[in-house]
């Protein structure tokens, strides 16, 4: 709350390489890598209903309505805090750096956390799937896929990995969520604001998080919520990306940075493959 964003952001973002551990079970363990490629690039697919729900919770923790308000709330507090940058709408000649800056975040950050997903699937599978274990419920069975290489130190290690990415994460969900209803109702806004100068704004992350904190001493499962908060994501993401990609088309919105075909058909592509796995889900529920 007192301490700006970017100040302690630039070092818990280093924790996030404790995830790398899950890359190196997938090493050490026995894992079918020819089957793993193959059915990477290959995937099966059924009507199962808890099939399909876990699709759509997997696309929810990738196309996530959170990013949506996070990225671009936190391109324009940028904006307004650096004296020398303006909106690119105004000043579109810095359009060619700053779109490369943002592309290059988004590739290196979307690559990451992509590669380090396939990975926790592949180590989960190869150690707990393996042996029979299907319905993790707690954090300390999640954490028992990391054993092969932490050994006693597996729960510090997975402890490690989860408080520093909650730390980075709690502003981005909470902030998200006051950002999208502070602008919505024109609050002042911003994480590098004081909380005095943005009282309302900091009051629903401070709310936001209570609820997360109460949630733990309800007797829910937080794993479950964790899988169902992303099934709500991949519903709620249809609508919010259908807005998006028709606003991304208007020039009185805009103005030259209406979306080029290219990115016009992969963000309908995009949005088509969610709104078809949300109508399965449905259907087959």
Known sequence: MFSRYQRYVSILKWISFVLLAYVVVAMVVDVPWRLVLYRTFVPSFS???DYVVTVVAVLGTTITPYCFFWQSSQEAEDERVDPT???????????????????FDTYVGMGYSNVISLFIIVATAATLNAHGITNIQTSAQAAEA???IAGVFTFALFATGIIGIGLLAVPVLAGSGAYALGEALGWTTGLDRQPLDARAFYGTVA???????????IGLDPIKALFWSAVINGVVAVPLMVIIMLMAMRQDVMGRFVLPR????????????????????????
Request: net charge neutral; with cysteine.
């Open 47 to 49: 009507l199962n209903t």
């Open 207 to 217: 709310a936001s998080t209570l609820i997360g904190i109460g949630i733990n001493f």
């Open 262 to 285: 290219a990115l016009w058909a992969m963000g309908w592509l995009c949005t088509g493959a969610m709104a078809i796995a949300v109508a399965i889900m449905f259907a087959t529920w």
């Open 85 to 103: 940058a303006h909106a690119l709408i105004d000043v579109p000649e810095q359009a060619p750096v700053e779109i490369s800056r943002m592309r």
């Open 146 to 148: 990391l054993r092969p």
